[in-house]
């Protein structure tokens, strides 16, 4: 068994690839909650847990002969050190420790070729450089230099362990956008780019996938082995990315003196436009030069030899172009329709508490629209119903009973999603849990329950799946909140506390993902007639709430969801001139405060 942490990154994805063509049983640490879609299909035990957690690794490493180490942070980003020294030295000492204790037969640890003390520019950089965190440029540097020397410290102790240091990684299987993958797709775009004179290093990610193969299999304990490819300078690079397309240009150079100089002020506009700034003062020092690197040793001890780095930025265009993550590129701000599905699948769309209500119709217009719908709910029975009338219409739909209120819901939802249909263009967060009465009535119980189902699992989806979402630039999540939550009342004092936060979480989001392709919005309804108040008014001490005989109609407020995934925007509200409510709770809460009593019903409601 042969074990690989990171395995959902770059280099993990292509050297589990390149594992299992050569007949590894594959084990894949990953974290709980994250993303292995780019791992189906390979018959990958995938076992979740964190280096910060010791505990955690033990399944993980028993009955394991090699472990390739991976996991790490990379960036080049201030304001990240903490977590990056968490990562890339404690997590490797933890690794360290269960593979002495598990007695792994080799552990082959990926480092950088940035741990390494710096040279002058002109002195060829090889393995005898030494591993000095006293002389790195940045933080990344440092801590990737500490945990190489723990390794070495480790192989010296009697691990069997060897250490490689790549140089720039580029290439194809690209799933989460690396750093170099951001840059080279913003190659691609047409017209002139800003560019900073300088290059780097730059190897093949499947050439150092199979570098550390042979490093297990050929690899000196102890050692450390250098997996670089050539020098290429930025203006080049953009030459050969756009090698064939209608647009040639080289891009702007700007001089290295003036990018150091914005380099804060850019810093500063991509961190107020919620984007990463492809360079820092850190990483133009970086590649400020002619940086001499040699593989000779990996080439003689392992024979091992890179690819030419024209063959690789060939194949990575070309993989970017036909893998749908490069397609939509990011819209401008004034873009407002909903993206397109990804290219390669049909488009999903996940609605939870769909077994009634807006939830079951909601999930009927999607799957006539084209969707694949993933119908989550508690109640199996009603969600076979409703998926066999999809599917004797002609849709398609996935039945997931699954109970929201248990902290695992939204984990089991997420893995179902991205092991069947490998991403998501729809969430609906519809679930919701009400209770009517004085809270100093409501049992402690219900308020958790309602807690996990409107707040805990919607925040916890969203989590799981924006980052799904944002990497290809597309989707739509909608959250369907209420009246309540601009005008609390007495008897639904959580309630309208739950649904307020559902407001305030989809402003901000909606804030945070303006101008890109993904979208967050709220629907705030008036009273709907649904089993959500059906089920309250046949319960004892249930009265009919005088708000209810002006409810809107389930069919209008689907209507309206239908029309937001067309045309998104922020907030709606059902009716729409409900959104005088915020004006009326500022100006007449005084008369709120005398009607909430007539308002109440003791029972809590879920669907």
């Not at 407002?336 to 769909?354: D, E, K, L, M, Q």
């Not at 709606?572 to 005084?590: D, K, Q």
Request: charged residues 20%.
């Amino acid at each position: 068994m042969t074990l690989v942490t990171g395995a959902a990154g770059h280099l993990g994805n292509v050297l589990v690839r390149e594992l299992v063509e050569r007949g590894d049983r594959v084990r894949a640490l990953a974290l709980p909650g994250e993303d292995c879609s780019c791992l189906a299909g390979f018959g990958v035990e995938i076992v979740r847990g964190n280096t910060l957690d010791p505990a955690s690794l033990v399944p993980a490493f028993a009955g394991v002969a090699t472990v390739y180490h991976l996991a790490g942070i990379i960036s080049i980003l201030p304001g990240r050190d903490a977590l990056m020294r968490q990562v890339n030295v404690i997590g490797t000492a933890n690794v360290l420790r269960a593979a002495r204790e598990a007695r792994v037969g080799r552990l082959v640890y990926v480092s950088s070729i940035h741990a390494l003390a710096r040279l002058p520019l002109g002195v060829t950089i090889d393995e005898s450089s030494q591993f000095d965190p006293h002389n790195a440029a940045g933080e990344y540097d440092q801590t990737k230099a500490e945990a190489s020397l723990l390794v070495l410290q480790e192989a010296r102790r009697g691990l069997d362990a060897v250490i490689a240091c790549p140089t720039g990684i580029i290439g194809p299987y690209d799933y989460r956008e690396s750093e170099m993958g951001r840059l080279i797709r913003g190659f691609l775009r047409p017209g002139p780019r800003a560019i900073v004179r300088g290059g780097f290093d730059f190897v093949d990610v499947r050439d150092v996938a199979h570098g550390l193969v042979l490093m297990r299999e050929k690899g000196r304990s102890g050692e450390v082995y250098i997996l670089g490819g050539s020098f290429i300078s930025f203006t080049d690079l953009i030459a050969e990315a756009r090698r064939g397309s209608a647009d040639r240009s080289r891009g702007v150079v700007v001089p290295h003196i003036l990018a150091r100089a914005a380099a804060p002020i850019t810093a500063l506009v991509n961190r107020l436009a919620g984007k990463d700034p492809q360079f820092t003062r850190y990483s133009l020092e970086t590649v400020a030069g002619k940086v001499d690197i040699s593989h000779a040793k990996a080439s003689r001890e392992l024979g091992w030899e890179p690819r030419p780095i024209t063959d690789t930025i060939a194949d990575t265009v070309r993989w970017w172009r036909e893998h749908p993550l490069i397609v939509p590129m990011r819209r401008p701000p004034r873009s407002r329709r909903a993206a397109p599905a990804a290219a390669g699948r049909s488009r999903v769309a996940v609605v939870t508490g769909a077994s009634s209500g807006i939830g079951a119709l909601t999930a009927r217009k999607l799957a006539a629209a084209g969707y694949h719908l993933v119908l989550v709910a508690r109640r199996r029975e009603q969600l076979d119903e409703l998926a066999a009338a999809i599917r004797d219409a002609g849709g398609m739909a996935d039945v997931l009973a699954v109970d929201l209120a248990r902290p695992e819901g939204p984990q089991a939802v997420f893995e179902h999603v991205m092991e069947r249909h490998r991403g998501l263009d729809v969430l609906v967060n519809n679930a919701g849990f009400g209770w009517y009465g004085y809270t100093s009535d409501m049992p402690w119980v219900t308020a958790q329950d309602m807690i996990q189902v409107n707040n805990a699992a919607l925040v916890q989806l969203i989590m799981l799946f924006l980052p799904v979402m944002r990497r290809v630039d597309q989707g739509h999540i909608v959250n369907v909140s209420s009246i309540a939550g601009s005008i609390p009342s007495q008897g639904i004092a959580l309630y309208s506390a739950t649904k307020s936060f559902v407001d305030a979480l989809t402003t901000a989001l909606y804030r945070e993902t303006h101008g890109t392709g993904v979208h967050v919005s709220v629907v705030k309804p008036g009273p709907v007639l649904t089993e959500f108040y059906r089920t309250a008014e046949h319960q004892p001490g249930g009265s009919t709430v005088p708000a209810e005989r002006f409810g809107v109609s389930v069919d209008t407020v689907v209507k309206a969801i239908m029309r937001l995934l067309e045309r998104p925007r922020r907030t709606v509200w059902v009716p729409g001139p409900l959104r005088v409510l915020p004006w009326v709770e500022f100006s007449f809460g005084w008369l709120m405060d005398r009607l909430g009593p007539l308002l109440l019903r003791r029972r809590s409601v879920r669907i």
